[in-house]
């Protein structure tokens, strides 16, 4: 990279943070997709607004490929420097500014700790909902990125619907608050819901305002073993439907548990020979005789089904066991072999048939697929398995099966990805989801924000397109 | 109007949907806005999306301003023809195409009324939240357009937190569907909520797919008579710090409610000399015996505050009585002067320094100004009242007035409307919410969907800059 641009870029965040050397690089480099490593020719940390402003200017004066960079836990490649460039690291926008009791409202950085804000809010009596399983360690301005959901989304909503106001530093420099820190909006065009899950494509963000709730004080939670997994998949449409709304509301397939009760230890939790799929059922509230009540109405539910004994879970410990299971789904599947995971989402009650579809196309194609995810919001996680295949079919076979996959999502009137985001590696099947005038609206829309096309270029849009 | 382009538009919609008389361009040059009135050139009702596109093709064939109206409940003059040209009724759209009662959602053309579609759903035990005070003849069409709240919203949001997919038909003539039939969406950039509250500027929406809930059961209405007004903004917080979300919290002032028990016969509610304001607060859910424990809670917080006797509201008819009045108001109101009626909307802890505010304003102009709206969400409905201001003065001082109160919600981190829209009437005030750099933003995003500028031209923003 021209030193002169180097030079630009440390006299904005001075010598202390900004990164040439070959391993900061290569950390900033890559995410938790696949074993994707795209590295940045230079990593800058600002330490505030006003120097991702001026970031972003030498972007523009020197038509530099600059992609914001959190803390590396997306799974479509979305924070990747896959032309280089310049990468910002948002690491250090690391401080809650304010929660706000009085309205029900946290102001932060975006470099928060999606768990430490929820922990920090927690401790007002204040809830935020929003749970990715990477919670321990994804950035909450991550989240606003890819419009993150998690397991309390089928009732509480995902990432968008907190975002009250961004405080956004445009591809050109400029910088606007999208909106106003109020629960009814309707002034002008909603710029905040616009940069909510576009990937970092569209600006940076550097301030946020989220709406919160009053803590629920109690929940109730269920294991529900299921000898059939097509037939986990339809109770979670009838849980709904004799109007309960849980709290969570998971589908694990057989092979993830067992991988994952190999790959964490004491977790304690048996599987019974013949059982295919797990439901793990969360209801929460403020009376705990309301919860049970609840409970034994999803009971009642289930129990139409072929199921195996229920397990209740009623200490802390044992919640945390199941919880902590749920969460480590993916890792004990990444450590098991090459994977790709798809993000599917369809409406709750074509879950079966996705579920169906997607064990015929893998047959078609001589590929295994782990299935879990959150099923409440018919929000399925396709983990397809390397396995033994050969490294030719993994590249020629896969992506033609992974294209099925999404007609079929698409043909049950879901999309490509319901919170990973499309990112890097989602980017040429958008052709599934939208025509061509559509998938053109947004390219424009990205050019009216970005002239130069700096912030975060080939992300979203189809090769070709970008 | 070009006899060519009357023809071109019957050959769309047929000679029996198209109106060019005095009386009926009249009836669709107006809406709920004071007395504005401005009609357009021809009158269009077409049967279907195709028809749509037809015309906005031939809008854009000959460059004349094109306007969506809907029921002609809006209170921004959003749906007013401005600049003449052709107005578009949705009236025909009518038609809820499906109650999808597996998935909670329902599929409905834009010109269904939204009662007509609370009701419809209502009868397979599910529950659309949204329920603006016009919700017995406004359009669920027009409650896209301005993303209309209501009193329910601070429990259950606004339209846009329903809205999961549109069909739109862009204002070239191109038919696209927004997004996907998914509660979680992160596929490409979020045109469904740039669509919500665009005000018909960007398209016009033919179908929409809500999400539903399952009904709740049961509620329980309370009426709190506060001494001052001051006050019973002050509890509006208060009983959502004390943990509870009431399912609505609506504040009226005495005046309002005083016009309005004389405008409607047989309301049977009895107001002491002494009381400034009331709360009408609500709690719903499933079971009655939690409700009457939260009842009891809202009790003790606002019995912190000066109040007169409590009215629990047992009975449907009670229920009803307090409803109707709530929702007589602003007819109550506009019965009684010629008002100018403003949207503000600020975080809900804000609301007595607003109330405040506006009053001292209004001393400072010389108007009186009638408050009411839905408290729990910080939307404060201001009614200034000409009574007997002089048309000078109405003309000149109270346009200042409104600028010093919209800077004063801004000011408060609130913004110009909560659930009417801009439109034509509140479009001069945008500098005050929106740097140039904003403004301009949205006006380019307008530019890429109407480039030609015919779909309802001269609406949000401000004039010079449409």
Same mark, same amino acid.
């Given at each position: 990279?021209?030193?002169?641009?180097?030079?630009?870029?440390?006299?904005?965040?001075?010598?202390?943070?900004?990164?040439?050397?070959?391993?900061?690089?290569?950390?900033?480099?890559?995410?938790?997709?696949?074993?994707?490593?795209?590295?940045?020719?230079?990593?800058?940390?600002?330490?505030?607004?006003?120097?991702?402003?001026?970031?972003?200017?030498?972007?523009?004066?020197?038509?530099?490929?600059?992609? %914001?960079?959190?803390?590396?836990?997306?799974?479509?490649?979305?924070?990747?420097?896959?032309?280089?460039?310049?990468?910002?690291?948002?690491?250090?926008?690391?401080?809650?500014?304010?929660?706000?009791?009085?309205?029900?409202?946290?102001?932060?950085?975006?470099?928060?700790?999606?768990?430490?804000?929820?922990?920090?809010?927690?401790?007002?009596?204040?809830?935020?909902?929003?749970?990715?399983?990477?919670?321990?360690?994804?950035?909450?301005?991550?989240?606003?990125?890819?419009?993150?959901?998690?397991?309390?989304?089928?009732?509480?909503?995902?990432?968008?619907?907190?975002?009250?106001?961004?405080?956004?530093?445009?591809?050109?420099?400029?910088?606007?608050?999208?909106?106003?820190?109020?629960?009814?909006?309707?002034?002008?065009?909603?710029?905040?819901?616009?940069?909510?899950?576009?990937?970092?494509?569209?600006?940076?963000?550097?301030?946020?305002?989220?709406?919160?709730?009053?803590?629920?004080?109690?929940?109730?939670?269920?294991?529900?073993?299921?000898?059939?997994?097509?037939?986990?998949?339809?109770?979670?449409?009838?849980?709904?439907?004799?109007?309960?709304?849980?709290?969570?509301?998971?589908?694990?397939?057989?092979?993830?548990?067992?991988?994952?009760?190999?790959?964490?230890?004491?977790?304690?939790?048996?599987?019974?020979?013949?059982?295919?799929?797990?439901?793990?059922?969360?209801?929460?509230?403020?009376?705990?005789?309301?919860?049970?009540?609840?409970?034994?109405?999803?009971?009642?539910?289930?129990?139409?089904?072929?199921?195996?004994?229920?397990?209740?879970?009623?200490?802390?410990?044992?919640?945390?066991?199941?919880?902590?299971?749920?969460?480590?789904?993916?890792?004990?599947?990444?450590?098991?072999?090459?994977?790709?995971?798809?993000?599917?989402?369809? %409406?709750?009650?074509?879950?079966?048939?996705?579920?169906?579809?997607?064990?015929?196309?893998?047959?078609?194609?001589?590929?295994?697929?782990?299935?879990?995810?959150?099923?409440?919001?018919?929000?399925?996680?396709?983990?397809?398995?390397?396995?033994?295949?050969?490294?030719?079919?993994?590249?020629?076979?896969?992506?033609?099966?992974?294209?099925?996959?999404?007609?079929?999502?698409?043909?049950?009137?879901?999309?490509?990805?319901?919170?990973?985001?499309?990112?890097?590696?989602?980017?040429?099947?958008?052709?599934?989801?939208?025509?061509?005038?559509?998938?053109?609206?947004?390219?424009?829309?990205?050019?009216?924000?970005?002239?130069?096309?700096?912030?975060?270029?080939?992300?979203?849009?189809?090769?070709?397109?970008?």
């Amino acid at each position: 990279m021209n030193p002169e641009i180097l030079l630009a870029l440390e006299n904005i965040v001075g010598s202390a943070y900004i990164f040439t050397d070959e391993a900061t690089r290569k950390t900033y480099g890559h995410d938790e997709t696949e074993d994707l490593s795209f590295p940045p020719h230079v990593v800058v940390k600002p330490a505030n607004t006003e120097e991702v402003a001026q970031i972003l200017r030498v972007s523009n004066t020197y038509k530099i490929p600059t992609t %914001p960079i959190g803390a590396r836990t997306g799974l479509s490649g979305g924070a990747l420097s896959i032309y280089g460039g310049i990468g910002i690291s948002m690491e250090r926008f690391n401080q809650i500014i304010e929660i706000d009791e009085q309205n029900l409202q946290v102001t932060t950085q975006p470099g928060v700790i999606t768990q430490v804000l929820r922990e920090a809010v927690a401790e007002k009596g204040l809830f935020y909902p929003v749970d990715p399983s990477s919670m321990g360690s994804c950035f909450i301005g991550g989240n606003i990125a890819e419009n993150s959901g998690g397991a309390r989304a089928l009732k509480y909503g995902v990432t968008k619907d907190y975002v009250l106001n961004l405080e956004v530093v445009l591809p050109t420099g400029d910088i606007i608050w999208t909106g106003a820190n109020t629960l009814k909006n309707s002034t002008g065009y909603n710029l905040t819901q616009l940069m909510v899950g576009s990937e970092g494509t569209l600006g940076i963000v550097t301030k946020i305002v989220l709406k919160l709730l009053p803590q629920n004080k109690h929940n109730v939670l269920l294991l529900v073993p299921f000898y059939k997994a097509e037939q986990a998949c339809e109770a979670v449409s009838a849980i709904f439907r004799a109007g309960i709304i849980p709290s969570a509301l998971e589908f694990m397939e057989r092979d993830a548990i067992d991988w994952t009760l190999k790959f964490v230890d004491g977790l304690n939790v048996e599987v019974k020979d013949n059982v295919q799929a797990h439901l793990l059922i969360e209801v929460d509230g403020n009376y705990p005789e309301i919860l049970m009540q609840e409970a034994e109405q999803i009971l009642a539910v289930v129990e139409q089904f072929e199921i195996d004994e229920v397990l209740f879970a009623d200490t802390e410990e044992q919640k945390n066991a199941l919880w902590k299971m749920r969460r480590s789904l993916a890792e004990a599947v990444k450590a098991n072999s090459i994977y790709k995971e798809e993000d599917t989402v369809v %409406p709750r009650y074509e879950l079966p048939k996705l579920l169906k579809g997607i064990k015929e196309i893998g047959s078609k194609y001589g590929f295994q697929s782990v299935c879990y995810g959150h099923a409440g919001d018919g929000n399925l996680h396709v983990n397809i398995i390397k396995g033994n295949m050969t490294d030719d079919n993994w590249k020629t076979e896969v992506p033609k099966g992974i294209r099925e996959i999404f007609e079929l999502t698409v043909g049950l009137k879901g999309t490509l990805s319901g919170e990973h985001g499309i990112g890097l590696v989602q980017k040429n099947y958008m052709d599934i989801a939208f025509s061509k005038v559509h998938l053109e609206l947004m390219e424009r829309i990205k050019a009216i924000f970005d002239p130069n096309n700096v912030l975060n270029p080939g992300k979203i849009f189809p090769d070709g397109n970008d």
